[in-house]
């Protein structure tokens, strides 16, 4: 079956670190894979995507690149802020699902939290 | 522009009490919505999505029901809670986008607790 698995969090880091969120996914077909975050008090909103293999994924410094041959997506920035604070989640929607492709399936999530 | 209101952002219910969860959505029309929960130590799991008013499909067999009386609006029910149904609720309606992806849009969530 479909599922994603995320490094288990809390993550605490100081301002300015290098920030590396763990992905795996197993899927069958060619799935897109996405990292979602949550800031306090606000709904999940789509940070970057990727539809196909060696696709990179970036948005507001983050990055993650779709690797097929390890079945990985990992969330990377090179210098977190205070702002970044939030829970991320990453996700894949299955190819070639016949129903909504809005049929998600996301990891348990990883808190973020950074110290000034 | 679109926003999407869920309520109420937390619930404290008895076992075999009746749940009714809200979802509206403005500024679009015939938006797909979904209902997802997130168990203690658990992912974002799909439970029900819906295309249009009335049309309602179940991703997992559980305890719940959705409908969609209206066509921005999505509800969660149940009869009877029961203790495994406590969870964070999150309502969501997507839009396809330009490059022909579905976009997700969320909605804040109720964390819904069963004592």
């Known amino acids: 079956g479909n599922s994603v698995t995320q490094m288990e969090g809390p993550v605490t880091l100081s301002e300015e670190a290098f920030l590396t969120i763990n992905c795996t996914y197993t899927?069958?077909?060619?799935?897109?894979l996405f990292w979602y975050v949550q800031y306090p008090g606000e709904g999940l909103q789509l940070l970057l995507k990727a539809t196909k293999a060696d696709d990179k994924g970036s948005n507001k410094g983050f990055e993650a690149t779709y690797r097929k041959e390890t079945t990985s997506f990992h969330l990377e920035k090179g210098s977190v802020q205070v702002s970044d604070s939030a829970v991320y989640f990453c996700?894949?929607?299955?190819w070639g699902y016949g129903g909504s492709q809005g049929n998600l399936i996301f990891g348990k999530g990883t808190k973020l939290s950074v110290k000034p | 522009s679109q926003t999407i209101h869920q309520w109420p952002a937390t619930l404290v219910q008895p076992v075999g009490s009746p749940l009714s969860l809200e979802c509206t959505v403005e500024g679009t029309s015939n938006p797909n919505l979904y209902w997802y929960r997130q168990a203690a130590g658990r992912g974002l799991q799909l439970l029900f999505y819906?295309?249009?008013?009335?049309?309602i499909s179940s991703e997992v067999p559980q305890n719940l029901s959705a409908s969609r009386p209206q066509d921005r609006q999505f509800i969660l029910s149940s009869k009877k809670l029961l203790l495994s149904d406590s969870g964070f609720y999150l309502c969501?309606?997507?839009?396809?986008?330009?490059?022909?992806?579905?976009?997700?849009?969320f909605g804040s969530g109720t964390q819904l607790s069963v004592l």
């Open positions: 819906s295309v249009g008013i009335g049309q």
């Open positions: 899927a069958t077909g060619y799935p897109s």
């Open positions: 996700a894949l929607s299955p």
């Open positions: 969501a309606w997507s839009v396809l986008g330009g490059s022909g992806m579905e976009k997700l849009f």
